[in-house]
């Protein structure tokens, strides 16, 4: 039996993004990542690392915990 052929498609292929607004590391394509809107006029994109941002949120949300405790 001939085994299948495996085709690199280009999704497949770790593309450098940017740098991670958080870490200040290099987010690849396979990565989980964020793009976040910087500012409206031009529309300009910063981006993060889902991981960095979910850290973020939550250093931010337990900062706020005496005045808001149902989230
Ligand atoms: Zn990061």
New binding site residues.
Partial sequence: MRKKAKKTKLEDLSRYISK?I??Q?EIYSDHSFVALVKTLEPITHVY??YQ?MKDDDHSRAEDKTFEQHNY
Avoid: M
Wanted: aromatic share 14%; with cysteine.
């Fill in positions: 991670c958080y870490c590391k993060a690392h960095c």
